[in-house]
């Protein structure tokens, strides 16, 4: 069946290259939220601990990859997104938290629920715009 020209997309490569990036912040997104799982657990294991010496570090040293994987997903972000500020935000409050000689169990366990869920919201937004970019292309 032949295309109408009319209506192709007349970059087809602008698709590809977005469903290209919109692929790579998914698989990054994917790489944060396994790394934030072992923090998350250690977290809700320690519960009142978390503020004792051991605890901190363990919760510093699990801290670590989720920065790498963060700074894997925001460094491909663009400034005018919304979403890469908010988890930028979640980032330097959680590193505060973890900072600060006295921090609230409560308040990180809620922290990380909230950083769970932008992630799911993330994650939809970013299924539906592939989906979206594919179904250009399948168009097409």
């Known amino acids: 069946m032949a295309r109408d020209q009319s209506t192709a997309d007349p970059h087809p490569a602008d698709a590809l290259e977005r469903a290209a990036t919109v692929g790579l912040w998914l698989h990054h997104l994917l790489g944060f939220r396994a790394a934030l799982a072992p923090f998350q657990a250690t977290l809700q294991a ?8 051991d605890g901190r570090r363990q919760l510093l040293v699990l801290w670590r990859p989720c920065q790498e994987q963060l ?3 925001l460094d491909g972000a663009h400034p005018s997104m919304e979403w890469p500020a908010r988890m930028g935000l979640f980032r330097r409050e959680m590193e505060d938290h973890l900072l600060d000689e006295l921090y609230s169990p409560v308040a990180l366990r809620e ?3 909230d950083i769970n869920q932008m992630c799911e919201v993330l994650l939809l937004r970013l299924a539906q715009e592939l989906t979206e970019v594919t179904a250009k292309e399948r168009g097409r």
């Open 111 to 113: 922290l990380v629920e």
């Open 71 to 73: 700074d894997l997903l």
């Open 46 to 53: 320690l519960g009142e601990r978390v503020q004792e010496p």
